[in-house]
């Protein structure tokens, strides 16, 4: 049996020897493309068995099959010159004339994807290698899908695209809490790789999906948005691998739309989001809500998006940052207007490095429902493992740590970890919902000595990091 694991090591390491490839983020990017057009490749196959008359979107001559699939096929500069000039064209250019969604989904894809490699030899290693994996082997797709998980959770450490991750253990947590079912419209507004979209697809086969008519419903129920062009291509490829057909997924930025032309035609049952928060939203893009509510600030602008694309009795669990929480101007007008049209239950608070290394901000999970308004808000503490100073890439949070709030959820009572605030309470204090934990008391002495100096240590260390950096960029001047 193939170790795909081993399989992805070697293409990465491959991949190193380009020139024209540079970083983690690049080469996540370049792999992205390829894995896209071999599992578009494989499902092709797959559709042209079973529907006697279907026909790929992709023509001929630039299928995965006529130019990659042969390990003695084209290599060095022509099959440079191929991918650049006439792959990447035709992708780019696909006729989406006859409303094919697939053809769209592709050639938005592409449309936002380039090809930075330089070297013909090493591009044909790394099709070679991938080559190796059959999609449509369901042990192949099975084992790819557990790698696949790394590659993005490498996103993480690569820069500024970090943002499109959320670790899988909150992903699951806050499906499996939210339960969307069979039939009920599900969406994601900043969708990123589409983790939240594939967890609700599990969810719902799991329990739901009995046969071909089921999958078809799961299919055009499931609904994501992105606008930045790798996550939106990660996305697209993951939801492929959990055996959706053509991935409802729109390469968009949902705050682009007039906020009052979102209407019932347009609602949801079940909102699963991790929006991003402390980012710069386009310029003008304020404008498209009332005025009352209009900021830059990205987090508070999706909360108001997702808020208005929930129906009545919708339920909703998404990630917000402690900013979102508190704050008075217009952040408080969102924050009451939230409160007074749902329920927010459930506050969970989360340990700042939860997203480390790309963000140490703390972070909350919300869950609420739409149509009614909230009286009491019940908040838990996560705590981190015991002998775990804080999470990081290679010690991230884990799914069982959530076992004991699974628990709670159901029969809730007051404890160290568990706190309740009425709305009376949150009204009088203008709607902060920043409420620390009333059973842990501030002792005003966050560290040791010993922290304190490990701090200062590391803190030093970055200095003298970043001096070097400069220094280097001085003399290369």
């Given at each position: 049996?193939?170790?795909?694991?081993?399989?992805?090591?070697?293409?990465?390491?491959?991949?190193?020897?380009?020139?024209?490839?540079?970083?983690?983020?690049?080469?996540?990017?370049?792999?992205?493309?390829?894995?896209?057009?071999?599992?578009?490749?494989?499902?092709?196959?797959?559709?042209?068995?079973?529907?006697?008359?279907?026909?790929?979107?992709?023509?001929?001559?630039?299928?995965?099959?006529?130019?990659?699939?042969?390990?003695?096929?084209?290599?060095?500069?022509?099959?440079?010159?191929?991918?650049?000039?006439?792959?990447?064209?035709?992708?780019?250019?696909?006729?989406?004339?006859?409303?094919?969604?697939?053809?769209?989904?592709?050639?938005?894809?592409f449309e936002g994807t380039?090809?930075?490699?330089?070297?013909?030899?090493?591009?044909?290693?790394?099709?070679?290698?991938?080559?190796?994996?059959?999609?449509?082997?369901?042990?192949?797709?099975?084992?790819?899908?557990?790698?696949?998980?790394?590659?993005?959770?490498?996103?993480?450490?690569?820069?500024?695209?970090?943002?499109?991750?959320?670790?899988?253990?909150?992903?699951?947590?806050?499906?499996?809490?939210?339960?969307?079912?069979?039939?009920?419209?599900?969406?994601?507004?900043?969708?990123?790789?589409?983790?939240f979209l594939t967890c609700?697809?599990?969810?719902?086969?799991?329990?739901?999906?009995?046969?071909?008519?089921?999958?078809?419903?799961?299919?055009?129920?499931?609904?994501?948005?992105?606008?930045?062009?790798?996550?939106?291509?990660?996305?697209?490829?993951?939801?492929?691998?959990?055996?959706?057909?053509?991935?409802?997924?729109?390469?968009?930025?949902?705050?682009?739309?007039?906020?009052?032309?979102?209407?019932?035609?347009?609602?949801?049952?079940?909102?699963?989001?991790?929006?991003?928060?402390?980012?710069?939203?386009?310029?003008?893009?304020?404008?498209?809500?009332?005025?009352?509510?209009?900021?830059?600030?990205?987090?508070?602008?999706?909360?108001?998006?997702?808020?208005?694309?929930?129906?009545?009795?919708?339920?909703?669990?998404?990630?917000?940052?402690?900013?979102?929480?508190?704050?008075?101007?217009?952040?408080?007008?969102?924050?009451?207007?939230?409160?007074?049209?749902?329920?927010?239950?459930?506050?969970?608070?989360?340990?700042?490095?939860?997203?480390?290394?790309?963000?140490?901000?703390?972070?909350?999970?919300?869950?609420?429902?739409?149509?009614?308004?909230?009286?009491?808000?019940?908040?838990?503490?996560?705590?981190?493992?015991?002998?775990?100073?804080?999470?990081?890439?290679?010690?991230?949070?884990?799914?069982?740590?959530?076992?004991?709030?699974?628990?709670?959820?159901?029969?809730?009572?007051?404890?160290?970890?568990?706190?309740?605030?009425?709305?009376?309470?949150?009204?009088?204090?203008?709607?902060?919902?920043?409420?620390?934990?009333?059973?842990?008391?501030?002792?005003?002495?966050?560290h040791t000595s010993a922290?304190?100096?490990?701090?200062?240590?590391?803190?030093?260390?970055?200095?003298?990091?970043?001096?070097?950096?400069?220094?280097?960029?001085?003399?290369?001047?």
């Amino acid at each position: 049996m193939k170790n795909i694991g081993t399989i992805i090591k070697r293409l990465q390491n491959t991949m190193r020897k380009d020139q024209g490839v540079s970083g983690d983020a690049q080469r996540i990017e370049q792999l992205g493309w390829m894995i896209t057009l071999k599992i578009l490749d494989d499902k092709d196959k797959e559709l042209e068995i079973l529907q006697e008359a279907y026909a790929s979107p992709i023509p001929s001559a630039v299928q995965w099959r006529a130019w990659a699939a042969d390990a003695e096929g084209m290599t060095g500069d022509e099959l440079k010159e191929f991918i650049d000039l006439k792959l990447f064209p035709a992708l780019k250019n696909l006729d989406i004339s006859t409303g094919n969604k697939r053809a769209l989904i592709i050639r938005e894809i592409f449309e936002g994807t380039n090809n930075y490699m330089k070297n013909g030899t090493v591009i044909r290693q790394v099709l070679n290698e991938l080559n190796q994996i059959d999609f449509n082997s369901s042990d192949d797709r099975h084992i790819f899908g557990d790698i696949y998980e790394t590659i993005l959770r490498d996103l993480q450490s690569a820069g500024n695209y970090g943002e499109f991750y959320t670790p899988r253990a909150l992903t699951e947590f806050m499906t499996a809490i939210i339960n969307p079912r069979l039939g009920e419209k599900v969406l994601d507004p900043a969708c990123g790789t589409g983790g939240f979209l594939t967890c609700a697809i599990e969810n719902i086969r799991r329990q739901d999906v009995k046969n071909v008519e089921d999958l078809q419903t799961l299919q055009s129920t499931i609904h994501g948005m992105e606008f930045k062009p790798l996550p939106f291509m990660l996305s697209v490829t993951n939801m492929i691998l959990h055996d959706i057909e053509v991935p409802n997924v729109d390469y968009t930025d949902s705050l682009n739309r007039e906020y009052t032309s979102i209407g019932a035609k347009d609602r949801v049952d079940v909102i699963l989001a991790n929006p991003p928060f402390g980012a710069s939203v386009t310029d003008g893009v304020e404008t498209n809500f009332p005025l009352n509510y209009r900021t830059t600030e990205s987090a508070d602008l999706f909360l108001l998006l997702m808020i208005r694309y929930l129906k009545d009795g919708g339920r909703a669990a998404i990630v917000l940052p402690d900013g979102s929480l508190t704050g008075d101007g217009v952040k408080q007008r969102i924050r009451q207007h939230w409160l007074e049209g749902c329920n927010l239950h459930t506050i969970v608070r989360l340990p700042n490095s939860v997203f480390q290394p790309y963000a140490s901000v703390a972070t909350n999970l919300l869950f609420f429902t739409k149509g009614e308004p909230t009286k009491e808000i019940w908040y838990w503490e996560h705590q981190l493992p015991e002998g775990v100073k804080s999470y990081s890439k290679t010690k991230p949070i884990q799914s069982a740590e959530f076992n004991r709030l699974k628990e709670w959820w159901n029969n809730r009572q007051e404890s160290d970890q568990a706190w309740r605030v009425s709305i009376d309470t949150l009204t009088a204090n203008s709607y902060n919902l920043d409420t620390k934990n009333p059973h842990i008391k501030d002792t005003g002495h966050a560290h040791t000595s010993a922290e304190l100096l490990e701090l200062l240590h590391q803190s030093f260390q970055k200095s003298d990091s970043l001096l070097q950096t400069l220094r280097k960029e001085l003399a290369c001047v």
